[in-house]
């Protein structure tokens, strides 16, 4: 085959079915389990004002590095972003429409981040997720989790790990800048022996060299404090509930006290799940957490918040590796055959299509050989055949692609006829 001339960019893919079936049905089930607890869908521009995402912290590589960020044609031209997540936009659309609280969304779509592409990393990935706005309930914390959880489950996966962590409340009282305060001087002793990346990060937010992945900085991460000691009373209890609502349902977890996530808005829970069965930087299969200032960041009224989002390409991909989650079977119920020119099988095709029946045909007035070898390959399990004998005599041969065996039908009895043989 030539050399394309064009290729999807670097870190895309075109999705083709059976994949992109695969991905709507996993899509479609996180659509029932979300609705089945009380979210609505919320759809979001794909692009915002570059200011949203700028609060998702200056310091973070999403919003340093990583921002597909451009200029439109007004005059001022506008700084505008592709969403690289998509909390920060369901924000922004809280404060812009007040909604009655507690706003509970899922959503669904592309995020784009301009990354190193890999296996598992994209520039272009999707993610479904929820927020639940205007309570700091630790049990919606608890639902929010759980219904992460009830999803991989109903996926088949039964590999999943749960990650829980608590970051604290960075407010007057907030435990955070005791924590903060601890970290610094700690980071600040060990300085020589971090990546120089991360010495210029400590400088400007102590909290993201706990994100490295970097081999240099383990040691260090490894030694230094943890947020769960520090926190203040009030933010303990809220941990405490969460893991106590989480032990009821029966929701399996693993204290890891070095979870920050790479996003600077998170206070209290963290959390993040991963799939062992993939490669370790890549294991990550979703996270989330509270993020009680951002609507109040955004422009909004103070408003509490606790979300996650799901990658659903690396979902994909753990399910390829524990074998579950196959592709649901795509394809036709029919497939018409008409060796008279084609408008009878507009026509036939018309009416069994509004009658419910998926079906196809071939077009450019291929021989019957030809057609039959495309019904064939189209995995129908009946053809309805026409040639000039059938189309004279007002009937049309109904063939069973299973067994082989056939027989004329009456035009008008066609519809019937399918409807009974299908229910065999
Ligand atoms: P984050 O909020 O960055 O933790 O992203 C949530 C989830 O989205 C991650 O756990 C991954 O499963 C997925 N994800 C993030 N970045 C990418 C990417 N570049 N390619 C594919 N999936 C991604």
Redesign the pocket.
């Known amino acids: 085959m030539a050399e394309p001339t064009f290729r999807a960019p670097k870190g895309t893919r075109d999705i083709l079915a059976p994949d992109s079936t695969r991905l709507r049905a996993l899509v479609d089930e996180f659509a029932r389990l979300a609705g089945h607890s009380g979210f609505g869908e919320v759809v979001s521009p794909i692009f915002e004002d570059l200011g949203v995402f700028k609060r998702l912290g200056e310091s973070t590589d999403?919003v340093s590095k990583e921002m597909f960020d451009f200029c439109d044609k007004g005059d001022p031209p506008q700084r505008l972003a592709l969403r690289p997540?998509l909390t920060a936009g369901i924000c922004r659309a809280y404060a812009e429409h007040r909604p009655v609280p507690p706003w509970k969304v899922w959503y669904e779509g592309p995020?784009f981040?301009y990354?190193q592409p890999q296996a598992?990393?994209?520039?272009q990935?999707t993610?479904v997720g929820v927020e639940v706005l205007g309570t700091d309930d630790p049990q919606a914390d608890v639902d929010v989790i759980v219904l992460g959880a009830r999803f991989f489950e109903s996926l088949g996966l039964g590999r999943i790990e749960l990650a829980l962590n608590s970051l604290g409340s960075p407010g007057d009282s907030g435990s955070r800048r005791a924590y903060e305060q601890a970290l610094v001087e700690y980071l600040a002793q060990n300085r020589s022996l971090l990546s120089t990346q991360s010495q210029v990060t400590v400088e400007r937010n102590p909290l993201r060299v706990l994100d490295s992945k970097r081999e240099q900085d383990a040691a260090v991460i490894a030694g230094a404090p943890v947020m769960v000691d520090f926190l203040d009373d009030e933010s303990a209890a809220h941990f405490a509930a969460v893991r106590a609502g989480l032990d009821a349902v029966g929701v399996a977890y693993e204290i890891s006290p070095r979870l920050v996530?790479?996003?600077d808005y998170y206070t209290r829970t963290t959390f993040?799940?991963a799939a062992p069965a993939l490669a370790g930087a890549q294991n990550?299969?979703?996270?989330?957490g509270r993020y009680d200032g951002l609507v109040e960041d955004l422009g909004g009224p103070p408003t509490p918040g606790i979300g996650f989002?799901?990658?659903v390409?690396?979902?994909l991909l753990a399910c390829d590796a524990e074998g579950v989650f196959a592709a649901p079977a795509d394809g036709v119920d029919v497939f018409v055959v008409d060796v008279t020119g084609g408008t009878a099988a507009l026509m036939v095709c018309d009416r069994l299509r509004r009658a419910g029946m998926a079906v196809d045909r071939s077009y450019g007035g291929r021989s019957m050989k030809a057609q039959m070898k495309v019904a064939d390959r189209s995995g129908a399990s009946f053809a309805v055949i026409i040639g000039d004998d059938e189309l004279a005599a007002g009937v049309l041969t109904l063939r069973d692609m299973v067994d082989g065996s056939q027989y004329r039908v009456e035009a008008p009895r066609l519809v019937g006829e399918l409807i009974r043989k299908r229910r065999r």
């Open positions: 999403v997540e995020q981040r990354e598992g990393r994209y520039r990935f993610q996530r790479g996003l993040e799940f990550a299969v979703g996270g989330g989002a799901l990658g390409d690396r979902i």
